[in-house]
């Protein structure tokens, strides 16, 4: 592999050499006041946007057709569409398959450092060559502007706490990536009133650490956030910011705020034949002995029942979820959880993802494509089964096979999806 051939870590690899991003990551460990990432639009282009969201079998199959179609991706990233190691499992197993299966490729991650931590010998081991971590200010006053909350453990913290937790992962997160030969960029966004005039004391900061390059990006208003009304800075303020910054590391120039999903050359309009390939993918069985792993973090799994015994009611139609876990290691019932009211639109999966916070794992008969879509993005594992809960609870508890639950068998990417609308041929 040659390291010089990453696009935005080199400017004069951007034009030649592309990259793939693939969006394994639903789940944040934090909120940024800037950031929404409820919508998908295809002229959209800023992290957080994806067209789907892949489990790392899925990913792998994805992959493929973009290889078979593409000659010039030279690196294969993570970036979203949450935080990657938020979601360590899924992002760990998707780096380790791609390693395995295209020892060529470089290996990227992009994240916020809170939780990358205990990671780094992994990533070293699998070589992954290039880090991109975004820090936003070296001043807990000034990150308090900046971030909303940060979940780091089990517990969810307000700003003041979490910030000053997130400040001091990053920089443990720059100086391990380094001392393991790790190329790190740091991005820093330009936000006009907050830290426009703070960023130089970041490009300060980073230069001691040894970070290789910064890229200030400018910030994109987006609606639902808490800074949708705040204009993007104009050119003259984000040439003013490169400028100071430059005195203390170089500047990253050509950045094009790569979607999660991102594929091509920086800059390219996003390729809707490779979108619908990726929807595709998304539909994708995970494996002929499909297997599901308990989140710690999430220990609980939701069922969907009409008597308490089968796997057998669609997501839509349930009025309760049936909730299990572990009490003193035994497999238990918990508690029936009411679902939001059905009718509320698209406002009943984001609160049902809320209700269903603390369940790493959902088993259903059937769900639509936009709750699946919400629940997905929030963390939930969502499963179409049919059979007795109790086997399949216990399968999910202790790692083993639901191949012969699995309701329906999708199609591969490539196979039976001519005619479907989904742009694929």
């Known amino acids: 592999m040659n390291l010089d051939n990453h696009p935005c870590f080199n400017a004069k690899a951007h034009k030649a050499y592309g990259r793939v991003h693939l969006p394994v990551a639903p789940r944040c460990n934090i909120q940024c006041k800037f950031c929404n990432r409820k919508f998908d639009c295809v002229n959209e282009s800023r992290p957080g946007v994806t067209s789907g969201v892949l489990t790392p079998h899925q990913a792998m199959a994805y992959l493929e057709e973009v290889f078979r179609t593409r000659d010039n991706i030279s690196v294969v990233g993570i970036a979203g569409p949450g935080d990657p190691f938020a979601n360590p499992v899924e992002t760990m197993e998707t780096l380790r398959r791609v390693r395995e299966t295209y020892p060529e490729m470089l290996l990227c991650v992009a994240t916020n450092g809170l939780g990358i931590g205990p990671y780094?010998?992994?990533?070293?081991?699998?070589?992954?060559?290039?880090?991109?971590?975004?820090v936003n200010a070296v001043d807990p006053d000034i990150a308090e502007k900046i971030y909303s909350w940060v979940r780091y453990g089990k517990r969810v913290r307000r700003a003041?706490?979490?910030?000053?937790?997130?400040?001091?992962?990053?920089?443990?997160?720059?100086?391990?990536?380094?001392e393991r030969g790790i190329t790190v960029k740091v991005n820093t966004i330009i936000i006009p009133g907050i830290n426009d005039d703070h960023i130089e004391a970041v490009a300060e900061r980073m230069a001691e650490l040894g970070v290789d390059i910064l890229n200030c990006v400018p910030y994109y208003p987006n609606a639902g956030s808490a800074f949708e009304k705040?204009?993007?800075p104009d050119a003259e303020l984000v040439e003013s910011v490169r400028k100071r910054a430059g005195k203390y590391i170089p500047q990253m120039r050509h950045c094009t705020r790569c979607r999660a999903d991102a594929v091509g050359?920086?800059?390219e309009t996003p390729d809707?034949?490779?979108?619908?390939?990726?929807?595709?993918?998304?539909?994708?069985?995970e494996t002929p002995d499909r297997q599901a792993t308990v989140d710690p973090d999430r220990p609980h799994v939701a069922v969907a029942s009409m008597e308490g015994v089968l796997i057998n009611q669609h997501l839509g139609e349930a009025a309760k979820l049936l909730i299990y876990g572990k009490q003193d290691g035994v497999i238990t019932l918990l508690e029936a959880r009411d679902t939001p009211e059905i009718g509320a639109g698209f406002q009943r999966w984001e609160a049902m993802a809320e209700l269903l916070g603390d369940c790493g794992t959902?088993?259903?008969?059937?769900?639509?494509?936009?709750?699946r879509r919400t629940l997905a993005e929030k963390g939930l594992d969502i499963l179409e089964v049919e059979g007795v809960i109790e086997e399949a609870v216990r399968a999910v508890f202790?790692?083993?096979?639901?191949?012969?639950?699995?309701?329906?068998?999708?199609?591969?990417?490539?196979?039976?999806?001519?005619?479907?609308?989904?742009?694929c041929g």
Request: hydrophobic residues 40%; charged residues 20%.
């Open 120 to 134: 780094l010998d992994d990533l070293a081991e699998i070589q992954a060559s290039h880090v991109t971590i975004t």
């Open 160 to 178: 003041g706490e979490g910030v000053r937790i997130l400040l001091e992962k990053q920089i443990e997160a720059v100086r391990g990536l380094k």
């Open 230 to 232: 705040m204009a993007e």
């Open 265 to 267: 050359i920086l800059g």
């Open 272 to 285: 809707t034949a490779l979108m619908a390939t990726l929807r595709a993918c998304e539909s994708l069985s």
């Open 362 to 371: 959902l088993l259903v008969s059937g769900i639509g494509e936009n709750p």
């Open 398 to 423: 202790d790692g083993g096979s639901l191949k012969h639950l699995i309701k329906r068998d999708m199609t591969a990417c490539r196979a039976g999806c001519s005619g479907t609308g989904a742009g």
